[in-house]
């Protein structure tokens, strides 16, 4: 039923559930998962002129800490007895939601499953919500687990 598994994470405990969620759908499923994470560089280019090789030592920096976060899960995957692969994604701007979404396209996902927060509120519409807006636009099911807090 769920061949194909995405799964964003970012190191959170948050992302960490909803890893241990599709780790538990995949033994079912007898499906293989794929991990990605997203780096926006947007968000760190935006400085003073003669900055850009403090922001380029702050991106690769993003783009190492992302890459150890997806070699951590994997290996937690693989431990787990599932196939995994990995996607490290640089975006410039696009929203989490948007890019994670296209991924899900682009490998022909069968399911997208990701930990929230689970915000409610003021906290929601101030901070956003990347997981509602995967839920309302993703081209397939999409399961949300709530982390600890929520």
Do not use: N
């Not at 890459?67 to 490290?88: F, M, N, P």
């Amino acid at each position: 039923m769920y061949e194909k598994i995405l799964v964003p994470i970012d190191g959170s405990d948050t992302s960490s559930r909803g890893l241990q969620e599709a780790i538990g759908l995949a033994k079912l499923a007898g499906g293989s998962i794929r991990l990605i994470h997203i780096v926006d560089e947007m968000v760190f280019t935006s400085g003073i002129d003669g900055s850009a090789v403090i922001m380029g030592d702050v991106i690769s920096s993003l783009k190492e800490a992302g890459q150890s976060c997806l070699d951590k899960a994997r290996e937690k995957v693989e431990q787990a007895g599932i196939k995994a692969d990995s996607v490290l994604v640089e975006g410039f701007g696009t929203r989490v939601s948007d890019t994670v979404i296209e991924q899900a396209a682009r490998w022909g996902a069968s399911i997208i499953v990701l930990g929230t927060h689970g915000r409610r509120g003021v906290s929601r519409l101030v901070l956003g919500s990347d997981a509602e807006q995967i839920l309302r636009s993703a081209p397939v099911p999409v399961l949300l687990v709530r982390g600890h807090s929520a």
